[in-house]
């Protein structure tokens, strides 16, 4: 599979993400952004030149299972160690343990290319970086000093064991069991399973973050616990001990990302798995959400990279391939199918959702690093919740659009799109994982209606729209005819997301299923809106820096006429269709 | 894969398209509402007993092909002689021919639960009706004496090829020759691709419907025979002559469909394959469209039969599942998934807009009828080409719909519905190809603006828009509140129609380019619009009838208020975005 960095579209977005003003507030030290590009060109460079070859290797070759252990790919080993080496595995992690720590938002913009050139073999690391939060945020000293180094490093792995088959979306249903030993660690009991990189060959120790039960816990949520199980346990002075009672049981078969071992996992089959607790007795949710936020950023970057991965595949071959006439064209003549008004549809609809998803991922990506290294407590906490606020979007909006585009990857392609030799099959079926993992589109929508338009007691999305507005008046008054309606559809977009989330907030006390029912369709709204004006917000600095004016003033305008307009039936559905979905029985008997 | 025949969806569809009207006009002989139902239940009981059983199986063994011969999977021969010594392949063809001459919307509804039951199985007896309507409509008597009656049992099948590496969608630009010989016959020879069924082993023979060349042939569309290949040839008494010169050459490994091979095939190694005229030299076009169209339409009630499929499958699992608790649940119960606003709007969506594909194909269906039976010319005509301008919209929208509901399929399973084992994800393979064969779906939106709108001047759209207006009026006057903000939405929806319509009729000539950029917004708003009608017409009937009306009036409103409200915003797309399309070259550079 051919994939080619995309730094000129990263830089724009970096760009109207703020990434400049915020190193100029000196918010990363002497970072200039020179580094950034340095760093952008040479991991755009790897995810190309090494891992983007080895995604059709992982497809056909998946991940055998046998005797308890996983076989990865040919290549992959090879590749693995090339990439932790290079020090990518810890980028954005704190120079104590190791890290780099440059902006969270450039690591962003690197994440987005591993998982472009290969979701499959780039699951792996993403949940190692979830598991450096969770151990960082929560984990005690002597928990740190031991796993932290090898897991920035890349030396070792981390998994997130979340699910059980009773409990996927219900977490609190989770019913693995931690037994309190007399040395203070603890011995787990359960199965688990929807693992990614459960087990693995890459590294001689995989660190496994698990939720589980204390005997006397409460029911529900509040009654779990997050504990820290080497697959080798790990002796004081760094070396590996005896393999832990936690194995392999199974990988799953699965419709795409064949490349990643999906593990079923079975803790203490014999006297239980040794198990160490990261962070308080019945606070693993709140580490475990350590854990997601990152990570569903991360998916979402999944959604930006495979949609760019089918984008440039479908843009080459509309380029080459010819069918039929364009307008004009003498009868013995073809054009290539890029000159079909159609054609054209498809293909700018694939570059603006691509861009959309990409500027609300770093979007939320930078209010992450402000959220961090602001100097004001105050900012730090509007930056949080700014964070809080568009990760369920980046995450929904942007795997949606992954799907969505390695769909018209497929059609672009017509009857050779079909056939999985030509690679968009397969980003058709890896796009497919990413609305579902780390919290279904659906608990995203849930997420962002009923625990995020609250924050604040509304303000924090409330400012959210204000600087929306920003970015519109500014199109407004910039009169450029390049933007055509762009103006007029973005500034009803935005309208409507206010009506629609003054409705929704007012529904959340009296009629919460009502406004539950609406979830979905407002978190779209909520993308196309956030989405549309972002790349405005892109072609209007482009137009001032004289830098790619045109492409990016025709993308935002493509953007806003053709995804933004359905904003008022979004809003229309929001606020009206609730009866329809909730009033239906007699439809699903 | 369990599959259960929408008995009651199927009458209700067929309610509302009039066919009992129809048989009370006595357009179909003495044949009673009693009859097809106890076809429609017979039809019912093969596909969920017998072909639903095999779907599986065929995705899991697919076609081995070995030196020229492909094998079919396990128990596929078994079923495919059950079913045509059931009768099922000449449901619709002339009682002359050996066929039951049953009306084409009855046979629609049993296409689409032989696909319902397997895509991959389907297929194949799929275009050996086009072969049947193509030799019937063109070919001689001899031809017709000597093929029709096995064709029309199926003891042979037929294949439609067309295509060819550098002619798919433009297939004017094909290269495979016809040389004509001494005795009348002609040599072909040349290279076929994606030629669905062209090698297998259900049949002793299979008779190759072939666009080729002759040697004095004009350039472009205008230049095209169709020919008939036997690949065994025929004698005069009908027994199985000498092998003809051509073979399939290989099979493809694709994204779905496994159990039907997609073969290449290759034409006049040796001598030159043996064909037979049909219709008129260079008249291949005319003969192509008649095979076509129905195959269109099948391909339509593909879309409608795997979204019905995966509807039930996700219904079943919803009810099963159990997460979370519902509004008003104490914390130690869980509730079946469906409880939940935004599963339930996953499973209302795909009900929804599989019962308005459906109901988008048999209107297509009974005006393919009246064209053919209506006793006075003028109204043979009308139906021509309400069938002529349905047909893009019958196939193209309800494909959309197969990958759109097979997706939604897919995510209410959560992380099983990413397990092969689930059957989701085949289903979302399966239902892929269908926007892509027998004219992509780009192709239909271009058939649709292009071709079908300036059909009688534009009277024939402006009738159906008249038809659909009158269903609304009758909603309105109904005042019933269970069809909520239905009837708003779907005047608006016409409206939006209506004027979309005649900005595209205005552009045709001179800006034909603006018009082709909307194309495939315009269809989508043809089939909200229609779709949203024609079940409305459903809940209509059915609330005068007494008979499942809460079910009909929910889906009907459910449809109004979720999908027809996106109407307006699809109206500004056509009419205000072509210079976004047209305009975006910097974009696409």
Same mark, same amino acid.
């Given at each position: 599979?051919?994939?080619?960095?995309?730094?000129?579209?990263?830089?724009?977005?970096?760009?109207?993400?703020?990434?400049?003003?915020?190193?100029?507030?000196?918010?990363?030290?002497?970072?200039?952004?020179?580094?950034?590009?340095?760093?952008?060109?040479?991991?755009?460079?790897?995810?190309?030149?090494?891992?983007?070859?080895?995604?059709?290797?992982?497809?056909?070759?998946?991940?055998?299972?046998?005797?308890?252990?996983?076989?990865?790919?040919?290549?992959?080993?090879?590749? !693995?160690?090339?990439?932790?080496?290079?020090?990518?595995?810890?980028?954005?992690?704190?120079?104590?343990? #190791?890290?780099?720590?440059?902006?969270?938002?450039?690591?962003?913009?690197?994440?987005?290319?591993?998982?472009?050139?290969?979701?499959?073999?780039?699951?792996?690391?993403?949940?190692?970086?979830?598991?450096?939060?969770?151990?960082?945020?929560?984990?005690?000293?002597?928990?740190?000093?031991?796993?932290?180094?090898?897991?920035?490093?890349?030396?070792?792995?981390?998994?997130?064991?979340?699910?059980?088959?009773?409990?996927?979306?219900?977490?609190?249903?989770?019913?693995?069991?931690?037994?309190?030993?007399?040395?203070?660690?603890?011995?787990?009991?359960?199965?688990?399973?929807?693992?990614? !990189? #459960?087990?693995?060959?890459?590294?001689?120790?995989?660190?496994?973050?698990?939720?589980?039960?204390?005997?006397?816990?409460?029911?529900?949520?509040?009654?779990?616990?997050?504990?820290?199980?080497?697959?080798?346990?790990?002796?004081?002075?760094?070396?590996?001990?005896?393999?832990?009672?936690?194995?392999?049981?199974?990988?799953?078969?699965?419709?795409?990302?064949?490349?990643?071992?999906?593990?079923?996992?079975?803790?203490?089959?014999?006297?239980?798995?040794?198990?160490?607790?990261?962070?308080?007795?019945?606070? #693993?949710?709140?580490?475990?959400?350590?854990?997601?936020?990152?990570?569903?950023?991360?998916?979402?970057?999944?959604?930006?990279?495979?949609?760019?991965?089918?984008?440039?595949?479908?843009?080459?071959?509309?380029?080459?391939?010819?069918?039929?006439?364009?307008?004009?064209?003498?009868?013995?003549?073809?054009?290539?199918?890029?000159?079909?008004?159609?054609?054209?549809?498809?293909?700018?609809?694939?570059?603006?959702?691509?861009?959309?998803?990409?500027?609300?991922?770093?979007?939320?990506?930078?209010?992450?690093?402000?959220?961090?290294?602001?100097?004001?407590?105050?900012?730090?906490?509007?930056?949080?919740?700014?964070?809080?606020?568009?990760?369920?979007?980046?995450?929904?909006?942007?795997?949606?659009?992954?799907?969505?585009?390695?769909?018209?990857?497929?059609?672009?392609?017509?009857?050779?799109?079909?056939?999985?030799?030509?690679?968009?099959?397969?980003?058709?079926?890896?796009?497919?994982?990413?609305?579902?993992?780390?919290?279904?589109?659906?608990?995203?929508?849930?997420?962002?209606?009923?625990?995020?338009?609250?924050?604040?007691?509304?303000?924090?999305?409330?400012?959210?729209?204000?600087?929306?507005?920003?970015?519109?008046?500014?199109?407004?008054?910039?009169?450029?005819?390049?933007?055509?309606?762009?103006?007029?559809?973005?500034?009803?977009?935005?309208?409507?997301?206010?009506?629609?989330?003054?409705?929704?907030?007012?529904?959340?006390?009296?009629?919460?299923?009502?406004?539950?029912?609406?979830?979905?369709?407002?978190?779209?709204?909520?993308?196309?809106?956030?989405?549309?004006?972002?790349?405005?917000?892109?072609?209007?600095?482009?137009?001032?820096?004289?830098?790619?004016?045109?492409?990016?003033?025709?993308?935002?305008?493509?953007?806003?006429?053709?995804?933004?307009?359905?904003?008022?039936?979004?809003?229309?559905?929001?606020?009206?269709?609730?009866?329809?979905?909730?009033?239906?029985?007699?439809?699903?008997?």
């Amino acid at each position: 599979m051919t994939y080619r960095a995309p730094l000129a579209d990263i830089a724009a977005a970096l760009k109207s993400a703020a990434l400049p003003a915020a190193i100029d507030e000196g918010l990363f030290g002497d970072l200039t952004m020179a580094d950034v590009d340095a760093v952008l060109a040479e991991a755009g460079r790897f995810a190309a030149e090494v891992i983007a070859p080895l995604n059709r290797v992982g497809d056909h070759y998946g991940t055998p299972f046998k005797d308890g252990t996983v076989t990865t790919p040919p290549g992959w080993k090879e590749a !693995y160690n090339g990439w932790r080496s290079g020090g990518w595995n810890g980028l954005a992690a704190p120079v104590e343990w #190791g890290g780099q720590a440059l902006p969270q938002v450039v690591n962003a913009a690197c994440i987005e290319m591993w998982h472009g050139a290969s979701i499959a073999f780039s699951d792996g690391p993403m949940l190692t970086i979830g598991a450096i939060d969770a151990l960082q945020a929560h984990g005690s000293d002597a928990l740190k000093r031991r796993y932290l180094p090898k897991l920035v490093s890349g030396e070792w792995t981390g998994t997130m064991q979340l699910t059980e088959p009773q409990a996927g979306s219900d977490v609190g249903a989770l019913r693995t069991r931690a037994e309190r030993a007399a040395d203070g660690t603890f011995r787990l009991k359960g199965q688990k399973i929807f693992i990614t !990189y #459960g087990e693995h060959d890459l590294t001689d120790n995989i660190i496994h973050f698990v939720l589980a039960r204390l005997p006397d816990a409460p029911p529900g949520t509040r009654g779990i616990s997050l504990f820290l199980v080497p697959k080798f346990l790990v002796n004081a002075d760094g070396s590996l001990g005896a393999r832990n009672d936690i194995r392999a049981h199974s990988v799953e078969h699965k419709l795409g990302i064949h490349g990643s071992p999906t593990c079923t996992m079975m803790l203490g089959d014999q006297d239980g798995a040794v198990g160490y607790l990261v962070g308080a007795e019945n606070g #693993g949710m709140a580490a475990m959400f350590t854990m997601m936020n990152q990570a569903r950023l991360a998916v979402g970057l999944q959604g930006v990279g495979v949609a760019e991965c089918a984008t440039q595949q479908a843009l080459a071959y509309a380029r080459e391939r010819r069918q039929g006439r364009a307008a004009g064209m003498p009868a013995t003549q073809s054009a290539p199918i890029i000159a079909h008004p159609d054609v054209r549809r498809m293909l700018l609809s694939m570059r603006a959702l691509t861009a959309a998803a990409r500027a609300v991922c770093y979007a939320t990506a930078i209010a992450i690093d402000r959220s961090e290294r602001a100097t004001e407590a105050a900012a730090r906490q509007t930056a949080q919740e700014r964070a809080s606020l568009l990760t369920p979007t980046a995450k929904a909006f942007s795997t949606d659009v992954g799907i969505e585009v390695t769909s018209l990857g497929v059609q672009v392609h017509g009857g050779m799109g079909y056939i999985e030799e030509t690679g968009a099959a397969q980003l058709y079926r890896d796009a497919r994982i990413a609305a579902i993992y780390e919290g279904t589109n659906g608990i995203q929508a849930i997420d962002l209606v009923t625990r995020k338009l609250p924050l604040g007691g509304g303000a924090t999305v409330a400012a959210h729209i204000k600087d929306l507005r920003t970015t519109v008046d500014a199109l407004e008054a910039s009169n450029n005819p390049a933007f055509g309606l762009a103006p007029a559809r973005l500034a009803e977009a935005i309208d409507s997301l206010a009506r629609a989330t003054g409705w929704l907030l007012g529904r959340l006390d009296k009629d919460a299923e009502a406004a539950l029912a609406g979830a979905t369709p407002y978190l779209r709204l909520f993308g196309f809106a956030t989405g549309g004006c972002l790349l405005a917000r892109q072609a209007l600095a482009a137009a001032r820096d004289g830098d790619e004016a045109a492409p990016r003033a025709a993308l935002a305008r493509f953007f806003a006429e053709n995804f933004a307009v359905q904003a008022g039936g979004l809003e229309r559905t929001i606020i009206e269709s609730a009866p329809s979905v909730l009033g239906a029985d007699a439809a699903l008997a």
